[in-house]
Each structure stands twice: as structure tokens, then as C-alpha cells.
């Protein structure tokens, strides 16, 4: 019985390290594929980019939302644009934590896995 026990273990220990083999590259191809996105920048501009796009669209936004909200105005280009810098910027923050999340499940997988085929080997090897 412990035997089998152990085999089991051992091959959910082996499924572990197989995702958790598997979220590295993926995760290596999500964040070449942000950084070829945002170019000019690199990656760790994008956090200070933001903030003053963030600053430069609350600037413009108290200006201008007065009248928008009136209907006596419409958005400027340079509204529009600060606007759209925001959203765009703010996807690629999003998207790096999530490229985060997904390297440290993978360690998380890796180590689980790694430590439930030692526990499943320990168990078949005593008997």
C-alpha cells in the first residue's frame, strides 16, 4: 500500500516539474514579446513612464474636463493622446506583473515537484 502511495506521488511530483518546466519559456516569450511592444523604452522604464504620463493626463485632464463634462468642449489631441499613453503603458505594467507571477509559479512548481518525487522515491525505497 505504501508503495503505491509512493508511486503516486512520485508521478504527481514528476507532472509538477513538468509545468513547472513549462511556464519558463512561456514566460520568457510574454516578456520579449512587451519589450518589443513598448520600444523605445525597456523594461524598466515602463513604471517611471507611466507615472509622468499619469501626471501629464491629470494635468491636461483638470483643464479640459470642465467643458467636456458641460458639452461646451471636446478632448484635445493632447488629451487623447496622454489618454492613450496611459492605457497602453499601463497594459504593459500589467502584463510584466503577470509575466512575474507566471516565472514564480513555475519555480513554485518546480520545487513542489522536485520535493514530491523525493518524498514518493523515499516512500517506495522503505517500504
Same mark, same amino acid.
Given at each position: *500500500?505504501?508503495?503505491? /502511495?509512493?508511486?503516486?506521488?512520485?508521478? #504527481?511530483? #514528476?507532472?509538477?516539474?513538468?509545468?513547472?518546466? *513549462?511556464?519558463?519559456?512561456?514566460?520568457? =516569450?510574454?516578456? %520579449?514579446?512587451? @519589450?518589443?511592444?513598448?520600444?523605445?523604452?525597456? #523594461? &524598466?522604464?515602463? &513604471?517611471?513612464?507611466? %507615472?509622468?504620463?499619469? !501626471? !501629464?493626463?491629470?494635468?491636461?485632464?483638470?483643464?479640459?474636463?470642465?467643458?467636456? $463634462? +458641460?458639452?461646451?468642449? *471636446?478632448? =484635445? !489631441?493632447?488629451? &487623447?493622446?496622454?489618454?492613450? $499613453?496611459?492605457?497602453?503603458?499601463? /497594459?504593459?505594467? @500589467?502584463?510584466?506583473?503577470?509575466?512575474?507571477?507566471?516565472?514564480?509559479?513555475?519555480? @513554485?512548481?518546480?520545487?513542489?515537484? /522536485? +520535493?514530491? !518525487?523525493?518524498?514518493?522515491?523515499?516512500?517506495?525505497?522503505?517500504?
Amino acid at each position: *500500500m505504501v508503495r503505491v /502511495l509512493g508511486v503516486i506521488i512520485i508521478i #504527481l511530483g #514528476l507532472v509538477g516539474v513538468v509545468f513547472g518546466s *513549462m511556464f519558463f519559456p512561456e514566460a520568457s =516569450s510574454a516578456q %520579449d514579446e512587451i @519589450a518589443s511592444q513598448v520600444l523605445p523604452l525597456t #523594461l &524598466d522604464q515602463i &513604471d517611471g513612464k507611466y %507615472d509622468l504620463v499619469t !501626471a !501629464a493626463f491629470n494635468a491636461q485632464m483638470a483643464i479640459e474636463e470642465p467643458a467636456i $463634462q +458641460g458639452h461646451t468642449g *471636446m478632448p =484635445s !489631441a493632447l488629451y &487623447d493622446y496622454y489618454g492613450a $499613453q496611459r492605457a497602453l503603458l499601463g /497594459l504593459a505594467k @500589467a502584463n510584466m506583473g503577470t509575466v512575474k507571477l507566471v516565472r514564480y509559479l513555475g519555480i @513554485a512548481c518546480l520545487a513542489l515537484g /522536485l +520535493g514530491l !518525487a523525493a518524498t514518493g522515491i523515499v516512500l517506495v525505497v522503505k517500504k
